[in-house]
T-cell receptor, first 113, second 110 residues
Framework: DAGITQSPRYKITETGRQVTLMCHQT?????MFWYRQDLGHGLRLIYY???????DKGEVPDGYVVSRSKTENFPLTLESATRSQTSVYFC????????????FGEGSWLTVV | DAKTTQPNSMESNEEEPVHLPCNHS???????IHWYRQLPSQGPEYVIH???SNVNNRMASLAIAEDRKSSTLILHRATLRDAAVYYC???????????FGQGTRLTINP
């Protein structure tokens, strides 16, 4: 009963490197989300997906790429990491549209040096 | 834009009730109101949600104003473990995404 898991939990990378954060859910939820949370701030939506092969931009998509070839996986890629992308990244999933509970992962702490 | 307004911070004492307010004056008739909370170093977790009527569950109660322009999350007897950031979020039935605001940081004093 893993639920929603993120990997890696902690990563330090260098400016300009490509980084991929993985997200896996075991419920077959149709919706998946990526949020970022900067120190002392609320969550901001980066990308979301309504189903496999369907993705859409959130509030802060620049510098990020997502894909969803399988329902259970929703990887987030930073194509060329910048220091401003140092943040905590949360993946989440939900069955159906608004009105149902969103379940969050434990977060991936990313530092770009 | 599905914005809500919450106080930045609130403080209460252990074993006392806590009332966390949320203003959503532009809410539409089909918008639900959800509350999530985020404990330190964890992802947010669901607390409660409602549409028009007041709602109760094992964690909290949600009181929704008659005009639905505001709501209040009620923790009946706060514990130290309730110290967290509480987010009030609104969205319609067809909404695909949730937009989080800044939330209210709740401090519980022993």
């Amino acid at each position: 009963d893993a639920g929603i898991t993120q990997s890696p939990r902690y990563k330090i990378t260098e400016t300009g490197r490509q980084v991929t954060l993985m997200c896996h859910q075991t419920w077959s939820h149709s919706y998946m989300f990526w949020y970022r949370q900067d120190l002392g701030h609320g969550l901001r939506l980066i990308y979301y997906s309504a189903a496999a092969d369907i993705t859409d931009k959130g509030e802060v998509p620049d510098g990020y790429v997502v894909s969803r070839s399988k329902t259970e996986n929703f990887p987030l890629t930073l194509e060329s990491a910048t220091r401003s992308q140092t943040s905590v990244y949360f993946c989440a999933s939900r069955e159906g549209r608004f009105g149902n509970t969103i379940y969050f992962g434990e977060g991936s702490w990313l530092t770009v040096v | 834009d599905a914005k809500t307004t919450q106080p930045n911070s609130m403080e209460s004492n252990e074993e006392e009730p806590v009332h966390l307010p949320c203003n959503h004056s532009t809410i539409s008739g089909t918008d639900y109101i959800h509350w999530y909370r985020q404990l330190p170093s964890q992802g947010p977790e669901y607390v409660i949600h409602g549409l028009t009527s007041n709602v109760n569950n094992r964690m909290a109660s949600l009181a929704i104003a008659e005009d639905r322009k505001s709501s209040t999350l009620i923790l009946h007897r706060a514990t130290l473990r309730d110290a967290a950031v509480y987010y009030c979020i609104r969205g319609g039935q067809g909404a695909q995404k949730l937009v989080f605001g800044q939330g209210t940081r709740l401090t519980i004093n022993p």
